[in-house]
């Protein structure tokens, strides 16, 4: 990590904080992410070399943790209480970028991988029902292969598949995936979305009802834009 070369805190802050990566391998344990294949879902333009190296300066650093759990052979990383203050720093860079830096989305972010993980690690498994509840997602404008993902809900956790699980599906959902991170994002109301027919909802009335508590979008969603 470069150093600034002063005594002073903020700079001493700066220089672990503000390193390339860093701030959201954070706000991803904080989220609740463990395995390191799960940090590198969160970071997909990142070289898994460059997390497994980023994680080892923030274990030396004493902001992150790495255990083996219950024995396993793969290790586990969480935030210590020195990186659970980073915390509330992270909740205010959302919140400032939800107000300030919103816009219509450039190509390079338009991410189906960073938007399906964020959807897997989400949403509310329970919000369907006590029963097994699937709901397929159909993002129309991506090519076959990376177009269609299932979404298995089962006892409280949710489970994203790239092929047909061979379940019932309970809820069909197709948009296109500008959309849909429009609507994860908050940008576009999710009821509007429907209205417009930028989303288009299918499977029966109690399911469809329960849509909004199945996404359980951030409250940064709710952060309306001051952008002109």
């Not at 799960?38 to 898994?48: C, N």
């Not at 338009?110 to 029963?131: M, N, Y």
């Amino acid at each position: 990590m470069k150093s600034y070369g002063q005594f002073c805190p903020v700079a001493k802050a700066a220089e672990l904080f503000c390193e390339r990566w860093t701030p959201l391998i954070i706000r991803d344990l904080a989220a609740g992410a463990t395995r390191f294949s799960e940090l590198r879902r969160g970071v997909p333009l990142m070289s898994q070399t460059m997390l497994s190296r980023r994680l080892k300066q923030l274990e030396a650093e004493g902001i992150v943790e790495r255990r083996f759990d219950d024995g396993a052979r793969a290790a586990r990383y969480y935030l210590t209480e020195q990186g659970r203050e980073f915390t509330p720093m992270i909740e205010m860079l959302g919140i400032w970028g939800q107000r300030w830096s919103r816009r219509e989305l450039i190509d390079e972010e338009v991410d189906l991988g960073l938007l399906v993980w964020s959807i897997e690690r989400s949403v509310r498994a329970d919000a369907l029902g006590p029963e097994r509840a699937v709901v397929r997602i159909d993002f129309i404008d991506q090519p076959a292969g990376k177009r269609v993902f299932w979404f298995v809900n089962e006892n409280g956790a949710c489970e994203m598949c790239m092929h047909d699980p061979g379940y019932e599906i309970d809820l069909y959902l197709e948009f296109t995936l500008r959309d849909a991170i429009y609507v994860i994002r908050g940008d576009l109301p999710l009821d509007r979305a429907v209205a417009d027919g930028r989303l288009d909802v299918t499977g029966d009335t109690p399911m469809r009802a329960r849509l909004r508590d199945w996404l359980n979008l951030s409250p940064l969603s709710a952060i309306p834009s001051a952008r002109a």
